[in-house]
Structures are given as structure tokens and as C-alpha cells.
């Protein structure tokens, strides 16, 4: 079945980068955009940036840019995400989730703790 | 950017019945409008895109009108598994794709 599996959680030092990674399933990866939303304990649904799987395209929300980067593998049908100059507000659950009529199927999140 | 507003931001209700989410956006968004339902630990799920279509499987229960910028998500009689924060989202947009702060529908 169609499905987005992600990496493990990650503990991080305030300054340190992390990378993600969602790998697809399923379906033919390159057909569809995939984005990144992340989601603070308690907090709502922050939405990141997305990755054109076929091109290598990306759109990052201004918050990130400067200190994000979406890349793609296409022989193991993974996307990869990057943050640095990582923060404590940056502790999250980090989700992939790809764009069919909306974001139809999401990965199962990724938490990210930011210590200092 | 396109902002999205949601109200109320705690819904309090009975089983059997009948409310309403409203999301209004900053400008008009031409329908590109989503609603999620996300219960505790899990992924959000899509119930709704462009505004009115219900995604296969949800149940009927669940309805959602609107256009522009004044949106509606609809619960017809609800069941306990109901019980959710529901977010709405403006998924087409050169410049992000944003979601409503949420509405947490409680017993």
C-alpha cells in the first residue's frame, strides 16, 4: 500500500543540524510533490516546504529559508530533509506528507529535541 | 501570505450532535481548501479537499461548503471517534500552503 515511513527520532544540541528522511512507497515517487510540516508539543500544524521529486525542485516557507534543504534520492524513492542552526523552539515532530488533492498521506513523524 | 483563520478554537458538544467549523481566509483562495482531522500522537488525516469533495472512505457524516474566503466543515451527528482537533488548509499557493490554528472538539 501507498505509504510514507520516516526516520527515527533525533536528540539535538542547540546549534546542531538534523536530517529526516521519508521514504516512499507504493506509488511512482516522482509523480508527486512531497513536503515537510512540523508540528511543536501542543501546538498546531506548521507547513515547511515541498520537493518535486522528478526535478529536484524545492519551496521552502520564508521562516526556514536560510537554514533548510530538501533533497531526493531517486533509487531508494527517499526525500531528505535538513535543518541547521538548530533552536530550542525547533523541537518538534516533524511529518512528509505528499500532495494529492491535499496532503493525502502522511509519514508517521519524526520527533526532534532541541537541547541546549 | 494568505492567512487562515479558524473559529472557535474549542468546540464543546454531545454525541448525536450537529456542529460546524468555521475557516475564513485572508483573501480569496478559489476553493483550494482542506480540512484534517489529527487525534493525539497521530498524522493528520485528510477528511475534505477543495473545499466540498469527501475523500473516499471518510464518512458522510462529515460535509464541508463554502467559497472564496468563508469556509464550513460540517459534522452531522457526532460519533465518539470524533473527538479531534480539525484544521483547515489553503493547499495551492506559490507562497505556502497554509494551515488554520486548529479547533479542538471536545466532549
Known amino acids: 500500500q501507498v505509504q510514507l515511513d520516516q526516520s527515527g527520532a533525533e536528540v539535538k544540541k542547540s546549534g546542531a543540524s538534523v536530517q529526516i528522511a521519508c521514504k516512499a512507497s507504493g506509488y511512482i515517487f516522482k509523480n508527486f510533490f512531497l513536503h515537510w510540516v512540523r508540528q511543536a508539543p501542543g501546538q498546531g500544524l506548521e507547513w515547511m516546504g515541498w520537493?518535486?521529486?522528478?526535478?529536484?525542485?524545492?519551496d521552502y516557507a520564508q521562516t526556514f529559508k536560510g537554514r533548510i534543504t530538501m533533497t531526493r534520492d531517486m533509487s531508494t524513492n527517499t526525500v531528505y530533509m535538513d535543518l541547521s542552526g538548530l533552536k530550542s523552539d525547533d523541537t518538534a515532530r516533524y511529518f512528509c506528507?505528499?500532495?494529492?488533492?491535499?496532503?493525502?498521506?502522511w509519514g508517521q513523524g519524526t520527533m526532534v529535541t532541541v537541547s541546549s | 501570505d494568505i492567512q487562515m483563520t479558524q473559529s472557535p478554537s474549542t468546540l464543546s458538544a454531545y454525541v448525536g450532535d450537529r456542529v460546524t467549523i468555521s475557516c475564513r481566509a485572508s483573501?480569496?483562495?478559489?476553493?483550494?481548501l482542506a480540512w484534517y482531522q489529527q487525534k493525539p500522537g497521530r498524522a493528520p488525516q485528510v477528511l475534505i479537499y477543495?473545499?466540498?469533495t469527501l475523500k473516499s472512505g471518510v464518512p458522510s457524516r462529515f460535509s464541508g461548503s463554502g467559497s472564496g474566503t468563508e469556509f464550513t466543515l460540517s459534522i452531522s451527528s457526532l460519533q465518539p471517534d470524533d473527538f479531534a482537533i480539525y484544521y483547515c488548509q489553503y493547499y495551492k499557493s506559490s507562497s505556502g500552503y497554509t494551515f488554520g490554528q486548529g479547533t479542538k472538539l471536545e466532549i
Open positions: 477543495k473545499a466540498s
Open positions: 506528507a505528499r500532495e494529492v488533492r491535499a496532503f493525502d498521506i
Open positions: 483573501q480569496s483562495i478559489n476553493n483550494w
Open positions: 520537493i518535486n521529486p522528478e526535478t529536484g525542485d524545492t
